[in-house]
């Protein structure tokens, strides 16, 4: 995922490799995971003892929501009803993805505003397998 900000710098903001998953289920359900690969571990095995700059980094170096979706073809553009979501202002929120196919590849494209100026994702996704479903 790639990130063109409205001040002219290019960002990966959850690193050149992210780890991510986007799935799409027939019954209009949606679930998305993105992960910065070198996320740091806690110095504490247990979950709820970071300290806060250990949350602070986990914290933005991940991102996950989930709800359900709608196409609009015409448009080019998927909305997320958001259900869940690890930023909890998300919830109960409609999120537009506009969408282009290119051979085996859903390339997704958004606007988010983001520490006060536009950030402009692009996300290039691959199938897990042959005849997957986005």
Same mark, same amino acid.
């Given at each position: ?40 571990? %806690?110095?504490? &095995?247990?979950? /709820?003892?970071? @300290?806060?700059?250990? +949350? $602070?980094?986990?914290?933005?170096? *991940?991102? !996950? ?35 282009? %196919?290119?051979? &085996?590849?859903? /390339?997704?494209? @958004?606007?988010?505003? +983001? $520490?006060?100026?536009?950030?402009? *994702?692009? !996300? ?11």
């Amino acid at each position: 995922m790639i990130v063109h900000t409205s001040k002219g710098e290019t960002i990966y903001p959850y690193g050149e490799n992210l780890f991510g998953m986007l799935i799409y289920t027939p019954s209009g359900h949606m679930s998305v995971l993105l992960m910065h690969p070198d996320r740091k571990k %806690f110095t504490s &095995d247990d979950p /709820l003892a970071g @300290a806060s700059e250990e +949350i $602070k980094e986990a914290y933005e170096g *991940f991102d !996950a929501y989930c709800g359900t979706y709608t196409f609009d073809k015409e448009k080019g553009a998927v909305t997320h009803h958001i259900e869940g979501s690890k930023f909890p202002n998300w919830v109960g929120s409609d999120q537009v993805r506009y969408f282009e %196919f290119s051979d &085996d590849r859903l /390339l997704l494209k @958004a606007t988010l505003r +983001i $520490k006060g100026e536009d950030w402009h *994702f692009e !996300a290039v996704l691959e199938p897990l397998h042959s005849g997957s479903v986005y």
